[in-house]
């Protein structure tokens, strides 16, 4: 079954501290791994997408790596701001169908 | 470019009414698509266009219909709202398909109670 697991379903860090979150997936055939940002009330804004072969990329304060082995990816966040406050959801494409985790809910406090 | 814009943004529904969600885009993409988030839940796709006058179903497409008359438009309709349809709908578009390397643009979303 096509499945795209995230943890920790919620976590609360203080501002300038590094988090990461984790997301596992069993979706075959692997086409790309997306990484999304949504703030509350919006729709999710992309922040990368990495194929088979990318083990890591990054966007600014964002990294997201992938192990395509093991069938997990991780997205750091250095230096964490308030702005960071958000849902992050992981998303695996395969074929023509994507497939969304339920998301990551982090919090930073000043 | 404004992106996708969908509307309304909030709508409360009598169970048995109907409604149209309301979404165009500017960017000239090819593929539009419709979810709904539910709590605690991934979203799910409703339904999908690959482009003007091709519609297809997604995973949960019951309760729900869409046309594609325009590039830029692709409207989602619901006939006979049930409480079960409570939930935010996305609407989202794409220059390529999920397996390719393109970005998926989301609009704002309509959150939308039946009661």
């Known amino acids: 079954k096509n499945q795209v697991e995230q943890s920790p379903q919620s976590l609360i860090i203080l501002e300038g501290k590094n988090c990461t979150l984790q997301c596992n997936y069993t979706v075959s055939p692997f086409s790309n791994l997306r990484w999304y940002k949504q703030d509350t009330g919006r729709g999710p804004v992309s922040l990368t997408i990495m194929t088979f072969s990318e083990n890591t990329k990054s966007n600014g304060r964002y990294t997201a790596t992938l192990d395509a082995d093991t069938k997990q990816s991780s997205l750091h966040i250095t230096a964490s701001q308030l702005s960071d406050s958000a849902s992050y959801i992981c998303v695996v494409s395969a074929d023509h169908n994507l497939f969304f985790g339920t998301g990551t809910r982090l919090t930073v406090i000043p | 470019n404004a992106g996708v814009t969908q509307t309304p943004k909030f709508r409360i529904l009598k169970i048995g009414q109907s409604m149209t969600l309301q979404c165009t885009q500017d960017?000239?993409?090819?593929?539009m698509y419709w979810y709904r988030q539910d709590p605690g839940m991934g979203l799910k796709l409703i339904y999908y266009s690959v482009g003007a006058g091709i519609t297809d179903k997604g995973e949960v497409p019951n309760g729900y219909n869409v046309s594609r008359s325009t590039t830029e438009d692709f409207p989602l309709r619901l006939e006979l709202a049930a409480p079960s349809q409570t939930s935010v709908y996305f609407c989202a578009s794409s220059h390529g398909v999920g397996s390719s390397n393109e970005k998926l643009f989301f609009g704002s979303g309509t959150q939308l109670s039946v009661l």
């Open positions: 960017m000239n993409h090819n593929y």
